[in-house]
């Protein structure tokens, strides 16, 4: 038989079995069963260089058309501990479908299974029971497959200047951002008179 250290090639199979051993050895035992759910490794929306402390995200089980909480590790965590550990605070959301942030709802089901957040439950993670749980799973699976991806010298992209054009088509030309073209349209400066306003248009 293949030792399961070395059955998951991918980070998601490492993930997928992370979770039904998460379920089988915290959540459940504690009365708190996590639903099916998908987890995968991927940059989530609002994700920034400067937030390092954004590691996941669980989607409510009204945004797949599968009918069931997607759960994303962003690719700048490669710790096996960190991703599991994070992986361990979604299933938390996904328990409660995401309805109640990290309210007192979403506090007592962390408590339950063992992640500890103190005042601070956006930032629950593992206390020592769990956190020797997590040890034992990533004892049984291996080491998660992935490297970590490095964004910390990602600048922010600026607004995408657009090149416009008299809509006389006179020859005058201008750039503009796509928003500023929506807010404060440009006038040709040729064709403009009293009375009759000509606009630049995105070419």
Same mark, same amino acid.
């Given at each position: 038989m293949?030792?399961?250290k070395m059955k998951y090639k991918t980070r998601e199979e490492y993930l997928q079995r992370a979770y039904v051993l998460l379920n089988e050895t915290a959540f459940k035992p504690n009365g708190q069963e996590c639903p099916a759910i998908k987890v995968s490794c991927s940059f989530i929306v609002g994700t920034r260089a400067s937030n390092k402390k954004t590691m996941g995200q669980c989607a409510p089980r009204s945004h797949s058309d599968a009918d069931i909480n997607e759960i994303r590790i962003v690719p700048t965590v490669d710790d096996s501990?960190?991703?599991?550990?994070? +992986?361990? &605070?979604?299933m938390a959301h996904a328990v409660d479908d995401?309805?109640?942030?990290?309210?007192?709802?979403?506090?007592?089901?962390?408590l339950a299974v063992g992640l500890d957040g103190n005042k601070h439950m956006r930032y629950a993670e593992?206390?020592?029971?769990?956190?020797?749980t997590i040890k034992n799973i990533i004892a049984t699976i291996g080491e998660y497959p992935h490297d970590k991806?490095?964004?910390?010298?990602?600048?922010?992209?600026?607004?995408?200047? +657009?090149? &416009?054009?008299?809509?006389n088509e006179c020859g005058a030309s201008c750039y503009q951002s796509a928003k500023q073209s929506q807010q404060h349209p440009?006038?040709?400066?040729?064709?403009?008179?009293?009375?009759a306003i000509t606009y630049m248009v995105q070419a």
């Open positions: 293949m030792n399961e501990f960190e991703a599991i550990d994070t +992986l361990a &605070h979604e995401c309805q109640n942030g990290h309210k007192a709802q979403f506090k007592k089901i962390c593992a206390g020592e029971k769990l956190g020797k991806v490095d964004i910390s010298n990602v600048k922010k992209q600026g607004s995408r200047m +657009l090149k &416009h054009i008299c809509e440009m006038m040709c400066g040729k064709c403009t008179s009293e009375g």
